[in-house]
């Protein structure tokens, strides 16, 4: 579907940020309240948005945004520990009165093409509709637990847990981006994201009122005794009352990570030990978290499982080639992708001690032909081809070959991006 006549994409000024805001407001039927606009910039990357503008008056009013977009970048880990270029789409939306023309298809065919001139690998985005972007070529890549665990629940001891030093304060971006950033750094789980990007490190401090139960955001810190950051949690507390006149307030955190096992029992310890509260509810977790481990009774915690990040493969030999893999394979995989005509084909991928080497194959025979949302799904090792096999969504040479690629794909931890864009 082409962009309908009337209509014209643009790279979008920072000077624009708030036409932007209006409009995807207007996408996700939002409040946009004046006293929050400069929280909602803050989570705007203002230096890279792009847009459908109206250029005949038969659309509207000349000049204004009927859609937008806007792209983070990050630094993404991928299995083995090596950090790749992504593009970190957010804020994608259509003014109600400017649907079905296509413009959402033009500015996602933008989108790509951009992201493959700065060379990076991959996109990637959280969907608030998900039948939508596997339209476009992405994968369900990672899974997350929302979960919910009574103050008080007990943990497992971990050696060191108690040498190491704990502040809850307001949060502050001076204090404590480089905390965030430190530890960002040094995760190694596939899917987590670094903050080399000022304006990615930036949202994590916007505040917008609609996000208020009752304070503002404030920043617990793990640290050793010689100041090195080894764990961090967003958090905000809702006071409440139960009938019986006890105190059952709720601890929320926003983003949390932890370097260490020793980092995450402090972390911990502390959230479920604050004063007049009775819960603690975090996201977004791993399916294979820490916190499921080191519990004393799992069963305490109440966990609900959501779509985490969707990724996209841009530069599919590049990608391939920076992940390393669970098992030596030496496979064709078909692949198909329509936006992309740069990824369509065969490629044989050879993994020798893990490490891969990608060569087009246009002759060989194919092993495992697949979509490119699907291999975006399998990327991270979260999904696994012999799963997405069983669903119909891969088609194998035989078991044997399915086997062996599946394998190669997986990961040893369960990825998760614990970083909201």
Known sequence: MSLAPGYRLID???SRVGEVLRVASWAFADELKDEDLPHWEIMTPASRMLGVEIDDASRGTVGTLAGVAATFRFGMRVPGGAEVPVAGLTGVGVH???????????????????????????????????????????????????????????????PGSEDLLVAIEPVDPARHGPVISSVQARLTRPGSMTLADPEALAARFADP????QSEPLRMLTVTTPDGDPRAFAMLRRRSAWGDDALPDGVVTTQELAALDAAAAHRLWSVLLDIDLMGTVTADPLALDDPLLHLLEDPRSARARVFDNLWLRLVDLPAALE???????VDTVLEVDDPLVPDNTGRWHLTVDGGDARVA?????????????????????????????????????RDAAALELASAAFGAAVAPVCNLHF
Do not use: N
């Open 12 to 14: 979008v000024a920072p």
């Open 96 to 158: 109600t009165g400017h649907r079905r023309r296509g413009l959402l298809t033009a500015m996602m065919a933008a989108h790509l093409e951009d992201a493959r001139r700065r060379g990076e690998v991959a996109s990637a985005l959280y969907a608030a509709e998900t039948s939508i972007y596997q339209r476009f070529g992405y994968g369900l890549a990672s899974w997350q637990a929302t979960v919910r665990v009574p103050r008080g629940a007990g943990l497992r001891p971990v």
């Open 209 to 212: 009122s609609v996000r208020h």
């Open 322 to 328: 920076a992940r390393t893999y669970a098992a030596d």
């Open 360 to 396: 087009a194959a246009p002759e060989a025979a194919p092993d495992v032909r697949l979509g490119i949302a699907d291999l975006g799904a399998a990327y991270l090792g979260g999904t696994s081809l012999a799963a997405l096999a069983s669903a119909g969504r891969v088609i194998a």
